[in-house]
Nanobody, 117 residues
């Protein structure tokens, strides 16, 4: 059974930082492209950052220069370092695993990030 478990969310003041983690189990982690998505209140889910199997990365324009995605295949974990957080970053953040060679795709349960003073 595949599981993606996110952690690291919480309440932070504007300008602060958080580091999200997503631990995968039940899949061959290094085969998967890993993506962080987020869904703010009343908004559609949007892509935040992707790191593919080769560790190439891609970011939404809104987070470039502030967020960094990374992965550690040895511990089957993808990270999202979030700096200079702003109230508009408030959302539930979801981890996604997708195998580019087939249709396999999995989601975590999400972790809440709230940026507020």
């Amino acid at each position: 059974q595949v599981q993606l478990v996110e952690s690291g969310g919480g309440l932070v003041q504007p300008g602060g930082s958080l580091r999200l983690s997503c631990v995968a189990s039940g899949l061959t982690f290094e085969w998967y492209d890993m993506t962080w998505y987020r869904q703010g209140p009343g908004q559609e889910r949007e892509l935040v950052a992707t790191i593919i199997r080769t560790s190439d990365t891609n970011y939404a324009d809104s987070v470039k220069g502030r967020f960094t995605i990374s992965r550690d295949n040895a511990v089957r974990t993808v990270f999202l370092q979030m700096n200079s957080l702003q109230p508009e970053d408030t959302a539930v953040y979801y981890c996604n695993a997708r195998n580019p060679l087939n249709t396999n795709e999995y989601w975590g349960q999400g972790t809440q990030v709230t940026v507020s003073s």
